[in-house]
């Protein structure tokens, strides 16, 4: 039965193997508003069972007999109202996938855990239930990334004319396709931009090869004591935290595998801290969805060191989380729906501050 009034979050789960199946499973009955439908063990048996049970949430393996995820996606995602939240290998080629599904229509992605003794870590656990609640809430308006589909939901911005401004953006689960929808609305000539999205490391550089594809600006995964660009955006890699750090006039990343900070490596605190202290009024920091706390001291203190701070709204957040605790510092000047932020950037480096939406 549902606690409260809320119905129950009906999830098929479909995997080819008997033990990821039986990990999931496990994993979900955890939450009494979560009830597991039915499982499949391949992508015929999915569409069947998809028709059968009318399930919210569909979380699919990539790579089956039969008919593998992306296959079920070209046949489903848009067409029923069903979420699809894909559970990928941690490979580069298990990455290459991922994001082709993403494009295909699939709300996020898990990791499958590499081990039953990972499987049994609250973090698993946890990522896993936050995902499918938000998958959950995204039926029915699933973001197919097609370009034939329509492109970015964010208008395009005109050419940029400041310099000597850096923007830095935080951003965990839901952030693929967020960042899909909104980096194609910067111009090639925008000032840089960093990025740490919560991401495995053997991810990160095929994310940004597929966002390069996609942006005006160059999509890049940051690499160490490389001079920042303008119409440059560094993704940072999963492995290493991203730091901003200046010797004489030049800007430059920096890459470290110091310990876990705010529970994440990379860290958007570590990230935010150092272009607080680096650029100073010249900065602008935005948090977007995602679970937890990571960014919201970050945001505080570009807050504090003169800068611009936005975050993600609640309706356009696949996750409420991490833009939640950061309005909660006081520390957020604007939050914003996920198609005006790109403005909202573009404006607070013309010293402008949006009326609409801001706090």
């Not at 039986?22 to 391949?42: C, F, H, K, N």
Request: proline share 7%; with cysteine.
């Amino acid at each position: 039965m549902a606690t409260g009034n809320a119905p129950l979050i009906r999830v098929l789960i479909v995997d080819d193997s008997a033990v990821i199946r039986s990990i999931i499973r496990s994993a979900l009955a955890t939450d009494p508003q979560i009830e597991v439908v039915g499982m499949a063990a391949d992508g015929a048996e999915a569409l069947t069972k998809i028709a059968q049970l009318r399930p919210d949430v569909v979380t699919l393996d990539v790579e089956m007999p039969r008919m593998n995820g992306l296959a079920v996606l070209d046949r489903a995602a848009g067409k029923v109202p069903v979420s699809f939240l894909m559970v990928s290998t941690l490979t580069q080629a298990g990455a290459q996938i991922t994001f082709d599904a993403l494009r295909k229509g699939a709300v996020d992605y898990i990791t499958k855990p590499q081990s039953a003794a990972k499987a049994a870590l609250p973090d698993f656990r946890d990522e896993l239930l936050v995902k499918v609640r938000a998958a959950a809430r995204c039926k029915g308006r699933v973001r197919r990334l097609l370009q034939e589909a329509g492109g970015s939901t964010a208008p395009t911005l005109p050419p940029n004319k400041v310099r000597g401004w850096v923007v830095a953006i935080g951003i965990s689960c839901g952030g693929p396709q967020t960042l899909y929808e909104m980096l194609p609305a910067f111009p090639s000539d925008f000032v840089p931009i960093l990025i740490t999205q919560h991401m495995p490391a053997a991810f990160t550089g095929t994310f940004a090869r597929h966002l390069d594809q996609r942006c005006a600006m160059r999509v890049k995964e940051a690499e160490h004591n490389e001079p920042l660009a303008d119409g440059t955006i560094y993704i940072a890699p999963g492995s290493h935290h991203l730091r901003l750090v200046r010797r004489g006039v030049q800007l430059l990343t920096a890459l470290d595998e110091g310990p876990p900070v705010s529970g994440h490596r990379p860290s958007v605190d570590v990230m935010l801290e150092s272009v607080a202290r680096v650029c100073g009024a010249r900065a602008v920091g935005v948090i977007m969805t995602g679970m937890g706390r990571d960014g919201a001291t970050g945001l505080g203190l570009v807050r504090d060191a003169g800068g611009v701070t936005i975050a993600q709204d609640e309706t356009t957040s696949f996750v409420y989380g991490m833009p939640k605790a950061a309005a909660q510092t006081g520390k957020v000047q604007q939050i914003v729906p996920l198609p005006r932020i790109p403005q909202a950037i573009a404006e607070a480096l013309q010293g402008r501050r949006l009326v609409a939406g801001g706090v």
